[in-house]
Nanobody
Framework: QIHLVESGGGLVKPGDSLRLSCAFSGGTFSRYAMGWFRQAPGKEHEFVAAITGSGLSTRYAGSAKGRFTITRDNADTTVYLQMDSLKPEDTAVYYC??????????????RGQGTQVTVSA
């Protein structure tokens, strides 16, 4: 059984950075493409970024391009989301999902419990 645990969220000011982590267990990590989603209050889950199992290909939502970077460490079975130049509209609960490269949040069989990111002055 795949298990995903996110961490690294918190309260930051606009313009600050955060790095989210998602620890993977229960399977062969390098075989799984991984995705990050977020859900703001009262909104649907929104795709943020995804990365293939090898780490060689990535894709981003328009809102994340140029500010967020998804990476993975297959030795540590962890996927990261580096978030720079954070804005108040980035406030949301952030989730990782697997296996995922395209589609909706519901398409991913495995999802973590989420970590809260709040961007406020």
């Amino acid at each position: 059984q795949i298990h995903l645990v996110e961490s690294g969220g918190g309260l930051v000011k606009p313009g600050d950075s955060l790095r989210l982590s998602c620890a993977f267990s229960g399977g062969t990590f390098s075989r799984y493409a991984m995705g990050w989603f977020r859900q703001a209050p009262g909104k649907e889950h929104e795709f943020v970024a995804a990365i293939t199992g090898s780490g060689l290909s990535t894709r981003y939502a328009g809102s994340a391009k140029g500010r967020f970077t998804i990476t993975r460490d297959n030795a540590d079975t962890t996927v990261y989301l580096q978030m720079d130049s954070l804005k108040p509209e980035d406030t949301a609960v952030y989730y990782c999902a697997a296996p995922y490269y395209r589609g909706t949040f519901a398409d991913a069989p495995y999802r973590g419990q989420g970590t809260q990111v709040t961007v406020s002055a």
